[in-house]
């Protein structure tokens, strides 16, 4: 299959939507990385997918949608989650909630869970996309499973360690600017829990909630996402993470005072290191040598960042 390059303007979203519309898959940009569409109604489409990335099938899908509203016809929201929902959406937030019966979704969006995943999507493309196919869109980040997620259009496109060749198109708007995933908060006997640290910090849902979430990274008895498998992210090339200085032979990527031959952020910003996280392990990744990576602090975003740095180093 010949993966096209779309423009996100008004003829390549109306030839987005109508693949859609076929059933086939295109990535769309979202403001954290780069997401494989396909309709959420539609089966064949959901289980391509999962084939296109080579992904286990047990791993439940995100539902994108345009806004609370469609999102409220899908699944059932309380008092908390409308709150999570009309402070942080459209944005990087990713809610689990109760499926509604008859919402027509197919079944293994949800991996047969009475949940759903369910993200209202910030980025103009995706947005425009959305309103124009009328539909929910399932869409994980649009990398094969297992490998670094993607925040550029050439990232998805490439042959070997993206996509190109097994996916329709990809609707090119440059890259992303979270850089990380959607923060997914979820709830377990009543309790809000963080079942994957992502672009809003944990802090930012304790405020609007006035209240702590469990957090699965510190605490083991915390549930996590089924999604959650512990070597992900991962690079071709080892990786070694809190370190201070390249040993011989090493590509050292800096953070803050720790300078490498590149730098997540040079000023230590965290929001820059995770627009730049994906994009540099990507460039890492294409060196061939074994990576080093400066230590990052876990506060704020930096929770989301050590998430994938340690997924990205844990063992294969
Ligand atoms: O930022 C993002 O969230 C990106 C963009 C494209 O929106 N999407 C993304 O999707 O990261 P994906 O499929 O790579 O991650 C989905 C995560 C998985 O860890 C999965 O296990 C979890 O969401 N998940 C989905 N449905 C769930 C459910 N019903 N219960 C618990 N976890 C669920
Ligand atoms: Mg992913």
Request: aromatic fraction near 4%.
């Amino acid at each position: 299959m010949h993966t096209r390059l779309i423009s996100p303007d008004d003829a390549g979203l109306a030839q987005a939507s109508e693949l859609l519309a076929q059933g086939q898959l295109v990535a769309v940009p979202t403001e954290t990385v780069y997401g494989l569409a396909g309709d959420a109604r539609n089966a064949a489409a959901v289980a391509g997918i999962y084939q296109a990335k080579g992904r286990p099938s047990f791993n439940p899908l995100i539902v994108h949608l345009p806004d609370l509203a469609a999102a409220e016809r899908i699944a059932t929201f309380d008092a908390p989650a409308r709150l999570l929902a009309q402070r942080f959406w459209p944005g990087a937030l990713t809610l689990v909630l109760p499926l509604r019966q008859g919402a027509g979704i197919a079944s293994l969006v949800t991996a047969g869970l009475a949940t759903v995943a369910i993200r209202i999507p910030s980025h103009p493309v995706a947005q425009a996309l959305l309103r124009r196919f009328g539909g929910p869109l399932a869409a994980p980040s649009a990398n094969p499973s297992g490998r670094i997620s993607p925040t550029a259009a050439a990232h998805v496109a490439d042959p070997e360690t993206g996509l190109g060749g097994r996916i329709a198109a990809v609707l090119d708007a440059g890259s992303c600017p979270v850089g990380v995933e959607s923060t997914i908060i979820g709830w377990v006997h009543g309790q809000p829990a963080v079942l994957r640290p992502g672009g809003i910090a944990t802090e930012a849902v304790e405020a609007v909630l006035g209240q702590p979430v469990l957090r699965p990274e510190i605490d083991p008895d915390a549930p996590s996402a089924p999604g959650q498998l512990t070597s992900h992210y991962a690079p071709r090339a080892a990786v070694r993470l809190d370190a201070l200085r390249a040993e011989p032979g090493e590509l050292l990527i800096g953070f803050g005072a720790v300078a490498g031959e590149m730098s997540l952020s040079a000023q230590g910003d965290l929001a820059e290191a995770a627009a730049n996280l994906f994009d540099l392990l990507h460039r890492a990744d294409q060196a061939g040598r074994p990576i080093a990576i400066a230590p990052v602090p876990e506060t704020g975003l930096g929770a989301a960042i050590n998430d994938r740095l340690r997924r990205a180093a844990a063992p294969r």
